[in-house]
């Protein structure tokens, strides 16, 4: 049942309107969610707008972990953006419907995000850190954040690694414990199809840089992450392959495409490749992707405490 209702998701005219070039975005989340009843704001920080969905009160429970889900709305100029990101978009707001029906707490705040795509012109240009800084005058720096971003390609989740360490022990320890609940959660909504593997930064490296703890949430073709985790740096680098393997962790971390013809195309995941390009289109998506993203938001709603 749940693969039929993904498969109407991913081929929906809906879906398919999402995808047009000269979109306003925020406008047809908004118009989404208030067709829906999703009660939601939208909240304009630095020339960006970020669409914030809170529920009625009954819905959280201050005895149990609060957790934000973020996706980043915006998309590279003239491209559909199909999983980069707006298949994740559209997953969440769906989940977000979902959530009004529930008669328990779930303690999930959504958030749409702007900007995701200027943090290449440097951090602070991105949108997820003025929201960030924004949060945590609100005291939601306790919050777990969970950061969708290209879920709708691939058979594997992926619980990105980017951003944990490199910083001082308190953070990274907090980053570290994060990784590792949202790791066992993994394995109770998806056993035996997740990795935990380095990834591209997303929205997580503004959030981090404003003070708060975010794991970003991908899925990659099995084939794609394995050949990359296993030609990815276990230890320190050392030695000969210093030059090799750190220009493979940059070219990861910093998203940056293979030169052709170097032997890194055959390494770095073709699903990333088609980021930023036109070829990123729904023809490249498969619903299954949408079926595990699905298992996990389920499972962040009902066993993440």
């Known amino acids: 049942m749940i693969k039929e209702n993904e498969d109407k998701l991913l081929n929906s005219d809906l879906f398919k309107a999402f995808l047009k070039k000269d979109l306003n975005r ?43 889900l973020t996706a980043h709305y915006d998309r590279a100029p003239d ?15 769906n989940f977000a419907k979902k959530l009004c029906s529930y008669t328990r707490p779930h303690n999930i705040k959504i958030i749409f995000t702007d900007g995701e795509e200027a943090g290449a012109a440097g951090l602070k240009e991105q949108g997820a850190y003025t929201l960030g800084t924004g949060l945590k005058k609100l005291k ?23 951003g944990i360490f490199g910083r001082d022990k308190a953070k990274t320890k907090r980053l570290d414990e994060l990784h590792k609940r949202a790791g066992l959660l993994a394995q ?3 056993p035996n199809q997740w ?22 949430i991908t899925l990659l073709p099995r084939k794609e992450a394995e050949t990359l985790l296993h030609c ?6 050392t030695g000969q392959n210093k030059t090799a393997m750190g ?9 940056q495409k293979p030169p052709q013809g170097s032997p890194f195309e055959e390494i770095i995941p073709f699903t990333w490749q088609l980021m930023h390009t036109a070829d990123d289109k729904i023809e490249t998506l498969n619903s299954e992707a949408f079926t595990l993203t699905e ?5 962040l709603a009902e066993n993440y405490r």
């Open 26 to 68: 925020c406008d047809f989340i908004s118009q989404w969610l208030s067709a829906h009843n999703v009660p939601h704001s939208i909240v304009n920080l630095a020339q960006k707008k970020h669409i914030i969905i809170k529920y009625p009160a009954q819905f959280y429970d201050k005895n149990f972990k609060m957790k934000t």
């Open 140 to 162: 939601m720096d306790g919050d777990d954040i969970f950061v969708f971003d290209m879920c709708g390609r691939g058979d594997t989740l992926i619980l990105s690694r980017s």
């Open 295 to 299: 298992k996990y938001l389920t499972a």
């Open 79 to 93: 491209t559909q953006g199909a999983n980069d990101n707006s298949a994740s978009c559209f997953i969440l707001m």
């Open 195 to 216: 990795l935990s593997m380095l990834t591209a930064y997303s929205d997580n490296a503004g959030f981090i840089a404003a003070g708060l703890f975010a794991q970003v």
């Open 247 to 255: 220009e493979l962790t940059d070219m990861v971390i910093k998203n």
């Open 232 to 237: 990815l740096p276990k230890e320190k680098l």
């Open 188 to 190: 109770r909504a998806c």
